[in-house]
């Protein structure tokens, strides 16, 4: 029966939060955790609560529970790895990009995530092999394009520039005519 009651109170807290009722979110979480200490989704979503209210140290610490309770799970890196960026942390943000890709190196969004941090560190090369990276695995992935373009363009590479622009704008026009 807890099990059953930490489950709904997960529910509840995720609906919470899509809503943007963090506090009530966050109590939610604490309390299902409370119940159920070794979920690692519990932890997970408590995390990135944290993380979408502008909590980024108690976000850190929740998804680092969650990281050492899942035994590997890639998802939980990659929000790591952006709350570690967000914090200032960079080498931690890499350590996490990098221990994610090797759990799953099919994960567009780690190669993304570790393209930015090559880039916002000056390494074109790397980060665009990154983005390359993130592009291949997802050809419609628009965050990943857009900044393929741009470290194309600190690298003085006009035609590859100009294939994501031209890519962007068909992913553009696409989303135009689902809407």
């Known amino acids: 029966m807890t099990s059953e009651n930490a ?17 009530e979110a966050i109590a939610c979480f604490r309390r299902a955790i409370s119940m159920e200490r070794s979920n690692y989704l519990f932890w997970y979503n408590l995390g990135v609560t944290y993380r979408d209210s502008g909590c980024l140290t108690e976000a850190k610490s929740a998804l680092e529970c969650a990281d050492m309770l899942s035994e590997g799970d890639d998802e939980v890196l990659e929000s790591l ?5 967000a914090l200032g942390e960079t ?10 890709l090797d759990l799953n ?20 090369e790397d980060a665009c092999e990154a983005f390359e990276a993130a592009v291949t695995l ?23 520039e100009t294939e994501c622009a031209r890519r962007l704008s068909e992913l553009e026009a696409r989303g135009a005519q689902l809407a």
């Open 7 to 23: 489950d709904l109170l997960n529910e509840q807290a995720i609906g919470l939060a899509s809503n943007g009722n963090f506090p």
């Open 81 to 85: 790895s952006l709350v570690c960026y």
């Open 91 to 100: 080498e931690k943000a890499f350590e996490y990009c990098q221990s994610g």
């Open 105 to 124: 190196e099919d994960n567009e969004r780690l190669w993304n995530n570790l393209g930015v941090l090559f880039f916002v560190g000056g390494e074109y």
């Open 138 to 160: 997802d050809p419609c992935y628009g965050d990943a394009l857009f900044n393929l373009r741009d470290a194309y363009s600190e690298l003085g590479n006009k035609s590859g």
